[in-house]
């Protein structure tokens, strides 16, 4: 059977484990060197956004400081695609954001303000406020393993 004959439940599940990968290879972009996180967001089946996490534009690429410690002005992935997106011509309103990390709460928060209608993530971060957020606003969680 090819995929076009599948279901279309099926068919969506599919999709969002590609633009999961795609994330993790947005993510090799990420100069951090405790974790690398990418993301990208899409809309009517093209990607509209990316991002990963990293120091502002014009910064230097070190994400830690001498005690391996993250900088406090280190952009998550999720805020730099969000970011992205508002300065472009594009809309998130109703998009899918697909992260290889689930959102801190701060991120939730900027997920939740932007319109984004899913999140489909890959790897549990080690607080869970930031998805219960998401669920408190009604948005579409989905978690992938990768290995699936």
Not at 30 to 57: F, H, W
Not at 80 to 88: F, G, L, W, Y
Not at 125 to 138: F, P, S
Request: charge should be neutral.
């Amino acid at each position: 059977m090819s995929e076009k004959d599948l279901p279309t439940e099926k068919k969506k599940f599919l999709l969002d484990k590609r633009y999961l990968r795609m994330a993790y290879i947005w993510a090799e972009n990420s100069y951090c060197k405790r974790r690398q996180v990418g993301a990208l967001i899409v809309k009517e089946k093209m990607i509209i956004s990316d991002g990963y996490n990293g120091t502002p534009s014009g910064f230097e690429n070190n994400c830690e400081d001498e005690n391996n410690i993250t900088k406090p002005y280190v952009l998550h992935a999720e805020a730099n695609a969000i970011t992205k997106v508002a300065r472009s011509n594009n809309s998130s309103e109703g998009a899918t954001l697909y992260v290889t990390s689930s959102p801190c709460i701060e991120c939730a928060k900027l997920i939740v303000q932007a319109g984004i209608g899913r999140v489909v993530f890959s790897e549990k971060y080690r607080v869970e406020d930031g998805i219960n957020l998401l669920k408190r606003a009604g948005i579409e969680i989905i978690h992938i393993e990768l290995d699936e």
